[in-house]
């Protein structure tokens, strides 16, 4: 069995509804290598020296910061967009962290969308930290369709030094993962690993749960030397007790292992 090269990392947010200091503890007890935090209204996520303490408690490096792009943190690190990409940078390289994760802007931050290609760029410029910009997907209601992201949902269509490909949002957007990724080709830096059945809902369920290439991916990533982080993004808010979490959780660590490492039976 090969040694996958790539760390695997837990999302902060696939412990929600506990907290982000809940996260260290999981994800050091269940042997990830790392954490992507993901900045929301959880005070803790948002406090560098809280998640530096945490980081040294358990053990556990951060390995990715997730900038405050949901609809939930629009005030989050101020309501200017370029102000919370600056932090999250600030934070990524006071934390050690090599990537910032960040969506497409809504369609209606008009400023900030028409300036957020060269804007990026100016950013990474500036920076050692990886700015990888993640594929979104269309909002859905019955039979209507929104166009919710600008420049696109789908990143591909514009020029960016990095991606984050999230592979529940390619299910939700019903487009080809794996022709995705091959168009993000060496720039593909960061992948988000979880699994969908194209519902109009982003699901961000364990991986092999659903009908996502997930195995292939992982598999091409090892084959091709990806050296970037594969971060464990699911949904377990249903988790009907703790032990149930950590038991998705731990599933979806192995694998995401077994198939980075390409063994027998992947």
Not at 135 to 163: G, I, K, Q, S, V
Request: hydrophobic share 40%; aromatic share 8%; proline share 5%.
């Amino acid at each position: 069995m090969r040694i996958p090269g790539a760390k695997v990392a837990l999302s902060t947010a696939s412990v929600y509804p506990e907290s982000t200091a809940a996260a260290f503890e999981i994800a050091g007890r269940l042997g990830y290598d790392g954490v992507e935090v993901m900045v929301w209204t959880d005070p803790v996520s948002q406090d560098i020296e809280a998640l530096r303490r945490l980081s040294d408690f358990h053990g556990v490096p951060i390995l990715a910061v997730h900038a405050p792009c949901l609809l939930i943190t629009q005030r989050v690190w101020s309501k200017d967009p370029w102000e919370k990409l600056k932090r999250a940078r600030s934070a990524a390289e006071s934390l050690g962290a090599s990537t910032v994760v960040v969506h497409p802007p809504f369609r209606w931050q008009r400023s900030y969308a028409r300036d957020f290609v060269r804007g990026v760029w100016r950013m990474a410029d500036e920076t050692d930290v990886r700015f990888a910009v993640e594929n979104m997907y269309p909002w859905r209601y019955r039979d209507r369709e929104m166009l919710a992201y600008a420049p696109d949902w789908d990143p591909t269509t514009d020029d960016y030094r990095h991606f984050t490909i999230d592979l529940s949002h390619t299910a939700t957007a019903r487009t080809d993962t794996l022709a995705m990724a091959a168009r993000m080709g060496d720039r593909l830096g960061h992948v988000h690993i979880a699994d969908g059945v194209g519902s109009s809902k982003d699901e961000h369920l364990v991986p092999g749960r659903g009908n996502q290439p997930c195995a292939e991916l992982l598999q091409q990533l090892a084959e091709h030397g990806y050296d970037g982080h594969v971060v464990v993004e699911v949904n377990t808010r249903r988790a009907m007790s703790a032990a149930e979490r950590e038991a998705d959780l731990a599933e979806a660590l192995a694998f995401t292992r077994r198939h980075l490492a390409g063994g027998a039976g992947a």
